[in-house]
C-alpha cells in the first residue's frame, strides 16, 4: 500500500527547479495521482515531473543488433523521473515492443550520459504526433536540471556533426 505524496513535491515543478527530485527514500512505493484513471492510482513506481520549454533532444531506433536502424529525430520531453521519460514526437512512429532507442542528451549537459540506450516501455501513435515511454537502465539518482530552449527554429539532427558517429 502506498501513501499518497504531500508537501512542496507535490506540486508541479518548471525543469529549472528541478535539482535533486522529490521523495526518493523508497523508491517501490507507487506514485499516488487524484483524478487518473485506476481509480487515483497509477501504475508507476517512479514520481514523474512534468516538463515544459526544455531543450528538445535526439533519438533514433536501433535493431536487434544493437546498430542504428533509422535516422535522428527530435523529440520533447514532457516528464522525466529516475527510471525514464515521456517524449513526444512530431510524427507517426512504428516501433516494436521492447524496442531499444538511442538518445542524444548533449543539449541538457547535467544528464550522467551523452548517449544512451534506453529501453521503450509503451507508445501511442498517430499521424501528426507519437508519444512514448522510455526506460533508463541504469535509473538516474538525481533528476537532472534540464537545459531551458533558446532556439526559435528546430534544427535537423542528421545535419549535426555528431550525428555519425
Request: proline fraction near 10%; charged fraction near 20%.
Amino acid at each position: 500500500m502506498s501513501e499518497p505524496i504531500s508537501g512542496p513535491m507535490n506540486k508541479p515543478q518548471a525543469p529549472d527547479d528541478i535539482a535533486t527530485g522529490g521523495r526518493q527514500d523508497d523508491p517501490d512505493r507507487l506514485v499516488e495521482s487524484a483524478g487518473v484513471a485506476w481509480n487515483g492510482r497509477e501504475h508507476r513506481r517512479l514520481e514523474r515531473y512534468p516538463v515544459a520549454g526544455s531543450r528538445p533532444i535526439a533519438l533514433r531506433p536501433l535493431g536487434p543488433d544493437g546498430q542504428p536502424a533509422g535516422s535522428w529525430m527530435l523529440a520533447d520531453i514532457l516528464d522525466i523521473s529516475l527510471g525514464g521519460l515521456c517524449l513526444l514526437i512530431t510524427g507517426s512512429l512504428e516501433l516494436q515492443p521492447g524496442q531499444m532507442l538511442e538518445l542524444d542528451l548533449r543539449s541538457h549537459p547535467n544528464f550522467p550520459w551523452v548517449r544512451v540506450t534506453v529501453q521503450t516501455r509503451w507508445w501511442i501513435s498517430a499521424d501528426s504526433f507519437s508519444t512514448l515511454g522510455l526506460s533508463f537502465e541504469p535509473q538516474l539518482t538525481t533528476i537532472p536540471r534540464l537545459a531551458m530552449e533558446r532556439r526559435g527554429q528546430r534544427r535537423d539532427p542528421n545535419q549535426a556533426v555528431w550525428a555519425t558517429d
